[in-house]
C-alpha cells in the first residue's frame, strides 16, 4: 500500500519535471534551450551526452569538441558555428550537415532562433589554462 502511493508520488514529480524545468527558464534563449536539453548540455560544467556539450559552440568549428564521437558526417563538414551556419542546420540538420546523427524537426522561427544563439553565445568556451 505505502509502496504504491510512493510509486505515484515518483510518477507525479517525473511528470511534472518538464513543466517546472520549463517555468524556471528565465530568458527567451534559456526557454528555447529547452528543446536540446534532452541530448546536449551546456555551461561550465556541461558534460557530453547523446549529443556533444554545446558550451563554446558558436565559433567552434563543427565536429571538433574533445572526448565527444562525432559521425563522420559531422567531423567532416568543416563548418565553422556563427549565427548563419547555426541557424540552418537548427532548420535543415540533414540538409546541412548529411548523415548527421542530430535529429530535430520543425525549428523554423527566426527570432527563437535569434534567443537561443544568445544564449548559446553566453557560454563561451573557458579560457585556455
Ligand atoms: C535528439 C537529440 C538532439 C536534439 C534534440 C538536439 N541535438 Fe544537437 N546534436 C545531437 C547529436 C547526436 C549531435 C552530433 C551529430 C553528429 O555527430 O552527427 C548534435 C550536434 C549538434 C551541433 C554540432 C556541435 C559541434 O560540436 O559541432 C550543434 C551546434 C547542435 N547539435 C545544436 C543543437 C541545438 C542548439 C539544439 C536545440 C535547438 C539541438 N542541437 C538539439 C543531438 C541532438
Not at 500500500?1 to 505515484?8: A, G, I, N, S, T
Not at 534551450?33 to 557530453?48: D, E, K, L, T, V
Request: aromatic share 8%.
Amino acid at each position: 500500500m505505502l509502496r504504491r502511493l510512493l510509486l505515484k508520488a515518483i510518477a507525479c514529480i517525473v511528470m511534472l519535471q518538464p513543466l517546472l524545468a520549463s517555468a524556471a527558464a528565465q530568458t527567451p534563449g534559456e526557454r528555447q534551450f529547452q528543446r536540446c536539453i534532452n541530448c546536449h548540455q551546456i555551461g561550465p560544467s556541461a558534460r557530453h551526452g547523446f549529443g556533444p556539450s554545446l558550451t563554446g559552440v558558436m565559433g567552434r568549428q563543427s565536429g571538433s569538441a574533445s572526448g565527444y564521437s562525432y559521425s563522420s558526417a559531422m567531423k567532416n563538414s568543416k563548418i565553422v558555428w556563427d549565427e548563419k551556419t547555426l541557424s540552418a542546420f537548427l532548420k535543415n540538420p540533414d540538409g546541412v550537415v548529411p548523415g548527421t546523427r542530430m535529429r530535430l524537426w520543425g525549428y523554423n522561427d527566426d527570432q527563437q532562433i535569434r534567443d537561443l544563439i544568445a544564449y548559446l553565445k553566453s557560454y563561451p568556451a573557458p579560457a585556455s589554462r
